[in-house]
Each structure stands twice: as structure tokens, then as C-alpha cells.
T-cell receptor
Framework: DTGVSQDPRHKITKRGQNVTFRCDPISEHNRLYWYRQTLGQGPEFLTY????????KSRLLSDRFSAERPKGSFSTLEIQRTEQGDSAMYLCASSLLPGVETEAFFGQGTRLTVV | AQTVTQSQPEMSVQEAETVTLSCTYDTSESNYYLFWYKQPPSRQMILVIRQEAYKQQNATENRFSVNFQKAAKSFSLKISDSQLGDTAMYFC?????????????FGQGTTLQVKP
């Protein structure tokens, strides 16, 4: 296993278009997170999956955002009707239950630019 | 609200020297875990060091050590014998022990440049 992988690495889209990002966590990890990181800032939590169940969503996750993790494996994050304010790095991380303190492993992120 | 503050947006250090990155945090809870993550340019974030709040002894990992002051809610990172590969953005973060999700709360980051 080579770690958490995200696809694509970069995405440029026009305002109003829909985009979808994919995250493949470390295979045995049952926790999966999405974070958003804007330039020069720290990552902000977006949503959390435990296996296939989405157990927490941040208020940052507007109705235009949706995330899934079918069968508790890979996850997708979709943004509908993109806005310029959506431009950011979207990071995926995974970790292993039990224990909240277990190390989270991050992917390299998908950098979204909305023009 | 839980917050993390890193008051040094940028720092630089000469190779082989020692540098300390500052971090303060705010939470009303008494049990939590503190972390320093490193994000090298164009590479994924990796864990540098972790500290359990119930432990008084400061964590160390090779050249990396922390100064944890629970009463002051301070968690600084010391890098000894700085190497060029330490150039990166460093994030301080914590997780509440009461969290069901283990979500990390991050600071704004400190960009560290190690100069030859």
C-alpha cells in the first residue's frame, strides 16, 4: 500500500461547473476525512466517514458539496455549481480505529482553481 | 470554540542551528492530543510528533521535541540540528479526547526555511 492517494492532483474549472474528486485511503483504514486548505492557511475539517457512514459534516460544507464513501472504501467529494471561493486544496486523510489519537495519513491533495 | 494559534507566519534558520516554533491553543476540555504536522512543498502532510495532554513528560522524536505547558495552553516545537529537508510548512493541531470523529483542529501554519 502506497498511502493515501487523491485524483486528480490539479483541476481547473469554470465557474458554475461541477467537479468530483476521488480519495483512496490506506486499505485497512476505516476513518476517512476531507479537509479544505486555502493558501497560507491550515486545513479546515469538512467531513468524516467511519466506514461507509458519513458521521459529521462541517458548516463549511454547503448544499453544493456532497461526499460519499460507498462500501467503506474510496471516497468522492463533489462540488456542484463551483464558485471562485471554492478554489483551494482539498485534502483527504485516513486513520484506523479505535482511538481518536491514532495517526492520520494525508494524501497530496487536489488543488482546485475556479476561473 | 476550539482554536489553535501559530503567531509566526514565517521563520528561517541556518542549517545545523536550532529553531523553535510557537503554538497556543484554546479549549475548555482537559483531555486532548496535540500534534505537529509537516507539509513539505508539493508533498503530503506527515506527522512529526504527538503529545498526550495527560502526560507531563515532553515528547521527543530524534531531532524534534516539544515544550508542552498545559496551564498556559502552549505547545512549541523545537527542531535541533536543522536540515535542508526540514524546509516545510508546520502545523500545530489537536484532537479532543471526547471527539467521536478524531477530526484535527489546525493552526494557520508556520513556514520554515532552512538556509544552507
Amino acid at each position: 500500500d502506497t498511502g493515501v492517494s487523491q485524483d486528480p492532483r490539479h483541476k481547473i474549472t469554470k465557474r458554475g461547473q461541477n467537479v468530483t474528486f476521488r480519495c483512496d485511503p490506506i486499505s485497512e483504514h476505516n476513518r476517512l476525512y476531507w479537509y479544505r486548505q486555502t493558501l497560507g492557511q491550515g486545513p479546515e475539517f469538512l467531513t468524516y466517514f467511519q466506514n461507509e457512514a458519513q458521521l459529521e459534516k462541517s458548516r463549511l460544507l454547503s448544499d453544493r458539496f456532497s461526499a460519499e464513501r460507498p462500501k467503506g472504501s474510496f471516497s468522492t467529494l463533489e462540488i456542484q455549481r463551483t464558485e471562485q471561493g471554492d478554489s483551494a486544496m482539498y485534502l483527504c486523510a485516513s486513520s484506523l480505529l479505535p482511538g481518536v489519537e491514532t495517526e492520520a495519513f494525508f494524501g497530496q491533495g487536489t488543488r482546485l482553481t475556479v476561473v | 470554540a476550539q482554536t489553535v494559534t501559530q503567531s509566526q507566519p514565517e521563520m528561517s534558520v541556518q542549517e545545523a542551528e536550532t529553531v523553535t516554533l510557537s503554538c497556543t491553543y484554546d479549549t475548555s476540555e482537559s483531555n486532548y492530543y496535540l500534534f505537529w504536522y509537516k507539509q513539505p512543498p508539493s508533498r503530503q502532510m506527515i506527522l512529526v510528533i504527538r503529545q498526550e495532554a495527560y502526560k507531563q513528560q515532553n515528547a521527543t522524536e530524534n531531532r524534534f521535541s516539544v515544550n508542552f505547558q498545559k496551564a498556559a495552553k502552549s505547545f512549541s516545537l523545537k527542531i535541533s540540528d536543522s536540515q535542508l529537508g526540514d524546509t516545510a510548512m508546520y502545523f500545530c493541531a489537536f484532537i479532543l479526547s471526547s471527539s467521536n470523529t478524531g477530526k484535527l483542529i489546525f493552526g494557520q501554519g508556520t513556514t520554515l526555511q532552512v538556509k544552507p
